[in-house]
């Protein structure tokens, strides 16, 4: 590479760099490094990915009244809230509602022992240590965090998830505020 | 006030000024900076007290391309990465990255994603067989830890074996079936290599199997197999490298004509005399016997403390552990033993204790008188401190529970069986066997290796058509000049099943990737009785088997079935033949599975010792001293500790690690006496060549390697340990690192186990002009100045410190330091305000009470314990996800332990007294650190932990530079999966601990107290306390990594909220002191940074306290 064309590269990239933000979010998140920061790159409420199949919390939560815990059955005792297993859907759909096209597609997946690649709604950072046993421990709802999903038909992010809004309610109760608490 | 020391010490070769500055009082509150470079008591380095051996120049040439092409080079990445980005960042925003989340089709019921899950197994790195812990999270294992109800290890695991599961996921594992087709590698499948080596068997009978120590029902497969083939039991060849076991039964069956190795209860003894003994690092089982030595031989609370003496001409850890050392001559330890038999056997007939005409008596008569001619050719090497210790040793040795433990990797001499035929009698003499110190029945287990089966094997492998390597390896195992390559070629068909990369692989004709043993079936016998149960962990990661199901298919496909599916049905049938001995009452069923969750299962055999030794005075024949020729040193190869003989080479952790004793890390060296290297001119780092001339070819063999002067090591000795010099470029981790010293050892062998022989060889030693930079650790984190770093107290000097502070009612108090910021608020009251009020939650609409801080966290390193053998460096790096940065990186001072392991030597440098100090980030509650980050990256926990919050951290390393420990690690690059700086790769993403942040280019890091660990801990208290109904339980036990694995209990973690947890009971101990912390006592409180971890200072014997002429 030529002096010149050093030089023009060094300037570009400086003044592109100087204006975009953005910029410095991709840098900082380049493949490979784990410790990227999904903030820069659009963790904010209202989120609201397509799954697979339109699953509707409305209906399961709402309507028919089943209880989170039935199916996130991890959240009381596990850091993770579990999405459930294809058996524990098949449990109910086996009967319920078997006419329907995305319950066929679950049947035939279940049928074939392929897993679901559901698309993840809610995504901590990776260096937060979130664990939902002691919240759910401390007495908190579901709907603190996850808001209103039993309205919800299409799961959405309902909170900010960001520090600033955690450390508020930790500070609300009595809970640790120690960096340590969640960064390690 | 102010006091200043100086006197001299003077010995016949140097004379070294010592001057201390104790301390400066009221009149200046701050500490005086030194003003130059003050040599203290300890020396990291020889060149502190031998100034003619300093290397000028430290930037030296490397040896084959420099680092500056890899700086231009990710420059110019750079320059790419930010016209890339401004490319992107011009066109378009970023979206999200969709994350998908994907359940099983079918959970287990005993599975919860996120809650992990442990499996008892036994380690198959060596014939130990310690019990291990393996804990897996969603599937796999993420890190191994001692199983602490296994009778072996209680809870300890070595270096080895914790870095054992880098094997598991090493990307250079072989992975699928090899065939060699006229000279070409193939891939080919199981099915073909397989049938293939069955239709070979056809044909043929003369099949054999070569492999390392087996367990009892592992050989009976074996055999079982050779019987279906034809062959017969002398077929099998079982050996192991590492064989002071092989001389220790054969010295116990000349002598006893029983099977056996007796097992050391160190915890009993109270006087242990070590002639060349590797007893805390190779011998039978490092971990069981740092137990013993933890229990029985350092310095216990309750005041009371045993006594161990070493003769030794190489420096080993063992040696550095004794609290007086003696450095003799290469080769001379047969001769010492004998001194010291003739001393004893006359001291016990003076005492009365046997009559003359005892048997044992004779027979030491007997082996003297026969030995004397050559003895008085050792006397003389012998320095008269020497001879006098041993009339002493001889005289403690009849006085207290005691016993002799010799021999070793450093001793591997053709006399290695003599040795230990005159040690047995030693300690029979002394009563070792009668006390139990030396414990006969519930001994090791007799066979898991054969009588002189190398030299069979060498002697017979021409005539084999079929050899079946299995997890063994006599081309890396044995010296070149035992012709094991040649033989190796003129056989057909050679089989070679390994789970990892082999030299022999080149010899075989079919390369049959074996299962590791976290994915294997298996077990161990490792005492008499002891029935240790070995079960796959995780399902196979590649198209590996395990070793006994291909034979099971071999056997098939040449029409000769063993009639079991798989390996598991046979083991369930030979625990089936069995399980009624140990349990009567349950079902097969309910006993194996309770074995699997236990482990083990044991019931130790008595074996019962004659009252009288057969006569084998007439293999004792001592040979004369032959000193080396001007030019020329004994050359000493052992074993080595962390890197086998090159076995374990391919696991990166372990070669980060470093020898402890030199600190060099990713090379191999040569260590010479200082004086030695005086003499010869040459220096640390300098090239010289060690030439071989084998006399019976009359040709001689050379190899070339950087020089280490090391005090300590005999000064007609030149020690290379094992490991490096692998060739093969499948094996990036260790290819081409150093050289295998093996290559430059004669032909030789025990003539009574018939085991080679590593060690006495004398090589020729010439200088190049060439010098290479090994990467040495000894300097890189130095505490410049400081003189208060490292401890040791004489026993009565301590004893008089407690009388005086109870006569005085007073209780040790660490953290009664004056205050240097009184104006801050203090630790505790730092982030914890929000607390301290009653709340009604918004959230949950419950009241939520002031909280109190339950935990200060606090660390205990037993100085008088350590033994540096490594195992919490391996544990913590892996718990943490710390990368291993490789040699280039490690010249540059790059290393990121998170606890690193500091050696100081004091004394005179032939036989200096050796020290270890573990080093990790000593959280202090006024920490420098913390002050100085612009960004509030490391803050204060309550807890007493000094934070570090990765993603705020800017990377500034003010804080690493305001660290007076020099514990902060800094990010140079990232480590990114499959790099290490430039060299190889250890960290598939599998292999991560999925609970720790894996750190960027960028960021500081350090010890956290293992954070992970401790949220886990109090997730569980509080997750108890909830199912209980409790209001609060406090966690309890917990236990980070590197006090989890630690051989000798050194370290101990805890909470000294807790009035009764032993941390909080060590703190007050008197020897504890803080790392910089001054002499308190003195009013001198050093740089008051109020540490959370206190080191608990060496304790040594009166008669060899060289410590009291400083604190």
Known sequence: ?184 | MKESKTDIQSDSSNTRLVTEEVFIGEDMPFEAPAKSMVAGSYYAAVEEVMPELTVDDDVLGESSGSSETSFALDRREFMKLFSMSALVGASACIPRPVEHIIPTTKQPVDHVPGIAKKYATTCGECSAGCGVEVKTKDGRPIKLEGWKKHPVNTGALCAVGQASIQGLYHPERPKHPMMKSSGRWLSTSWDDALERIGLALKTTSQVAIFTGALSPHNREFYLDFLKKMGASSADLYRWEPNNLQSAVAKAHQLAWQVDGVPRVQLSKARFVVGVSSDFLTTGVSPVYQGRGFSEGLSYQVSGNKGKFIQFESALTITGSKADKRFTIPVASELALVILLLESLANKVVQQGKITQQDPDFLLAQKIISSAKENLDSYKTMFTQEQLKALGQVSDELLMKPSCILSGGVEANYHTATQLQLATLLCNKLCGAYQEKILCFDEGWHPSSVGDGDILRFKEQASKYDVIFFINADPIRSLPESWGMSELLTSVETVVSIQNRPCPIDYYAKFQLPSHHYLESWGDNEALAGLLSIRQPTVRPLYATRQPEDMLLWVASFRGASLGYKDYRAYLQKKWQNKYQSFLKNVSFDVFIKSVLRWGWVGKLAKRRLANNLQDFSDVISLPSYQPPATGSLKLIAPYSYRLGDSRFSYLPILQEIGDSMSTIAWDSFAAINPHTCRKFGVKRNDVIRITLKQSSQGTSVSREVAVFPMPGVARDAIVIPQGGGVNDERNTIAHNLGINPLDVVGYGLDPLSKEPVTAGDEVTVTLTADKYRLAAMQKHNDIANRLDVFRKVGMTKLEGKIKKRKAAGQVKDLDDVPDLYPSLDKPETYMHQHKNEQKQSKITGQTREPSTIDYRWSMSVDLGKCTGCGACMVACSLENNVPQVGREQMNLGREMFWIRLDRYFDGDVDEPGVSFQPVMCQQCNHAPCEAVCPVFATTHDPEGINTMTYNRCVGTRYCANACPYKVRRFNWWTHKFGEMGRKPRDRTPRALNPDVTVRTRGVMEKCNFCASRLAAAKHHAKARAHDLGLPKTIAKNVQTACEQTCPTSAITFGNLKEPTSKVTRLRRDERAYLMLGGDPDHGHYGIKTLPNVFYLAEVVDDEFDTTSNHH
Request: aromatic fraction near 8%; hydrophobic fraction near 35%; charged fraction near 15%.
């Open chain 1, 1 to 184: 590479m030529s002096h010149r064309a050093l030089y023009f590269v060094v300037i570009e990239a400086l003044l592109v760099c100087l204006l975009s933000s953005q910029v410095y979010g991709w840098w900082m998140w380049t493949p490979g490094d784990t410790v990227d920061d999904s903030t820069q790159n659009g963790l904010v409420a209202g989120y609201e990915p397509n799954q697979p199949i339109p699953f509707s919390h409305k209906v399961h939560a709402g309507d028919r009244q089943i209880a989170c815990e039935y199916c996130h059955n991890g959240a009381r005792r596990s850091a993770s809230a579990v999405i459930p297993s294809t058996e524990l859907c098949m449990g109910c759909h086996k009967v319920v509602a078997v006419d329907k096209e995305p319950i066929k597609w679950l049947t035939e997946k279940y049928n074939k022992k392929e897993p679901i690649a559901w698309v993840r709604v809610h995504d901590l950072p990776h260096h937060v240590r979130f664990t939902h046993q002691m919240h759910v421990i401390a007495g908190v709802s579901c709907e603190s965090c996850h808001g209103p999903v039993k309205t919800m038909a299409k799961v959405g992010q309902w909170a900010p998830l960001q520090m600033g809004w955690c450390i508020g309610c930790h500070k609300e109760n009595n809970a640790s505020i120690s960096c340590q608490t969640c960064h390690y």
